[in-house]
């Protein structure tokens, strides 16, 4: 059994078009996750969800879409593609939005308040398919999977999933966007978080992690909840993953830039005289965990 997830939405922060990003995509973050069962389960929701909308209306052919769709938080890049997402305009199909309990009432009026009027001119009681809205339990088992979660350090608080197999309990996917690795007093993270998260994500088949910023836009940015790639790789290499994939990438980064950084990362990786595959998602990409 496996898990196989593929990238819809790749870029943080906001929608980054254009010839300099074509390669690696200039939508927000979406991935599509389907497990061994073929159950479909869907992280986060920026605008590469409105290209995952479409094809999964093709290739549901009529059928009932099902899915669930678990968001590492309500900010704006992670719930913008909700409006556009079709499905969610035709009866049949049904959508459970899914969180952690002490996100889940803000995530609804967040996703609430996108579809008022002021601002979109559908709104999200007029949306055909069914909704709805369930906490996620601390493990949670469902259709072929077992997922676990973690708060990160991001400004108004996310979540990261470790998603694995439901029967053997391994490999797993580690899914961490939006998170700062980097210290910050802002944070109310216990002292012992960061080995908190290495057992997290440790030997995971796959860590897709937010890989936002270099060293010197960094310390400009503080504070402002993402990582520099430094800090990905070293936690990568201290749980002993398998593969890092770098993630939500900085909307200024050219397909070019993203590239050179892949390069330093794996520099910084053979320097600590550590085999570690080191890639960037890209829109379109698939891997099997
Ligand atoms: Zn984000
Ligand atoms: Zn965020």
Known sequence: MTLTLTFWGTRGSVPAPGASTAYFGGNTPCVELRTGTNALLILDAGTGIRHLGRSLLERANGKPIVADIILSHAHWDHIQGIPF??????????????????????????????????????????????????ALNEVERGDGYALKTVALRHPGGATGYRISDGNSGAPALVYISDNELGHHDGYSSAPGWRNELVSFARDASLLVHDA????????????????????????????????????????????????????????RASDRGARLEILAAAEGTTFTV
Do not use: N
Not at 88 to 99: D, I, M, N, P, Q
Not at 108 to 115: G, K, P, W
Not at 219 to 237: K, P
């Open 85 to 134: 997402f079709a499905p969610l305009y035709a009866a049949g199909h049904e959508f459970t939005f899914r969180s952690v309990p002490g996100a889940l009432v803000g995530l609804e009026q967040a996703l609430r308040a996108q579809m008022t009027t002021s601002v979109f001119p559908v709104t999200f009681d007029a949306l055909q398919a069914q909704v709805r809205f369930r």
């Open 212 to 267: 936002m910023y270099t060293a010197d836009e960094y310390e400009r940015h503080r504070g402002w909840g993402h990582s520099r790639y430094e800090d990905v790789v070293d936690l990568a290499l201290d749980a002993g993953v398998q593969r890092l994939v770098l993630y939500h990438h900085h909307p200024e980064r050219s397909d070019a830039a993203v590239s050179e950084q892949i390069a330093a990362c794996q520099k």
